[in-house]
C-alpha cells in the first residue's frame, strides 16, 4: 500500500479518535466480563447475558474503526482488492453490531432513566435500518452501483457512530451542568446524536458523492 497522504492520515486519526471513547471504553468491559478487574460500575444486565454485550461491543468497535480505512481514497484507488476484503469484515461486524443492539434493546430490562420509549423505538428502527443499509449496499456493488453502495455505507456508518457522538454530547453536557442526563432527557440527547450524525452523512453524500456521479 502507498504512503498515505497528510489529508488521509489527518481523516484516519480523526475518525479513530472520535470512535476512541465508545470503543476502547467498550473493551474495558469486555474484559470486566472475561474475569479481569472491575473497571465501571456493575451492569447486571451484561452479567445476566453477556454474550449479546460482548459481540456488540467487538463488532461495533469493528465496525467503526476497521470502517475509518473505507473512507481513504488511495485505499480504494490503489488497493482496490485491501478495500473488498475490509469491506466485507465492515459489513459483517456491522450487521452483528446491529442485531446485538436490537437483541439488547428488546430483550434487556432497562429502567426508565436510562430507556424510555423514545429511546427504544429509536433503536429498533435504527438498527433496523442499519442492517438494511448494508445489504442495500452489498447489493448495490455487486451491480456496480458504485454511487449507491457509497451512500448506503456512509449512512450505516453515521447510525453505527452514533455511540460516539452520544459520548461527547453526554460528556460535554455533563462538563456544563455537572450532572448527568437521565430520563426524558438522555433519550433526547441520544437521538440528537443520531440525528446530527445522519445529517452530516446526508451532507457529504450531496458534497462528494453526488457530485463524483455527476
Keep these: 500500500m502507498k504512503v498515505l497522504g497528510r489529508r488521509e492520515w489527518a481523516i484516519l ?5 472520535y470512535s476512541f ?3 476502547f471504553g467498550g473493551l474495558f468491559r469486555v474484559l470486566e466480563l472475561a474475569g479481569g478487574p472491575a473497571v465501571a460500575p456493575e451492569n447486571l444486565r451484561a452479567l445476566a447475558a453477556p454474550l449479546p454485550i460482548v459481540l456488540h461491543i467487538l ?3 469493528l465496525f467503526c474503526l476497521l470502517g475509518a480505512v473505507q473512507f481513504l481514497p488511495s485505499v480504494r484507488r490503489d488497493q482496490p482488492a485491501t478495500h473488498r476484503v475490509i469491506g466485507r469484515t465492515v459489513a459483517i461486524a456491522g450487521c452483528i453490531s446491529a442485531a ?3 437483541w439488547m ?4 430490562t432497562f429502567p426508565n432513566e436510562l430507556q424510555g420509549n423514545l429511546l427504544y423505538l429509536v433503536r429498533m428502527i435504527l438498527g433496523s435500518t442499519m442492517i438494511g443499509l448494508i445489504g442495500s449496499a452489498v447489493v448495490a456493488i455487486r451491480y456496480s452501483n ?7 455505507m456512509l449512512r450505516a ?3 453505527g457512530q452514533g455511540a460516539s457522538t452520544q ?3 453526554g460528556i460535554s453536557w455533563i462538563i456544563v451542568f455537572g450532572a448527568e442526563p437521565l430520563g426524558p432527557l438522555r433519550d433526547g440527547m441520544m437521538v440528537f446524536a443520531w440525528v446530527l450524525n445522519l445529517l452530516v452523512a446526508e451532507f457529504l453524500v450531496r458534497r462528494f458523492l453526488l457530485s463524483k456521479n455527476a
Design 21 to 23: 471513547i465508545p470503543a
Design 59 to 61: 463488532s461495533s468497535s
Design 13 to 17: 486519526i480523526a475518525i479513530i479518535l
Design 105 to 108: 434493546t428488546h430483550y434487556y
Design 100 to 102: 446485538t443492539g436490537l
Design 157 to 159: 456508518y453515521a447510525i
Design 146 to 152: 458504485v454511487f449507491q453502495h457509497s451512500a448506503s
Design 167 to 169: 459520548a461527547f454530547v
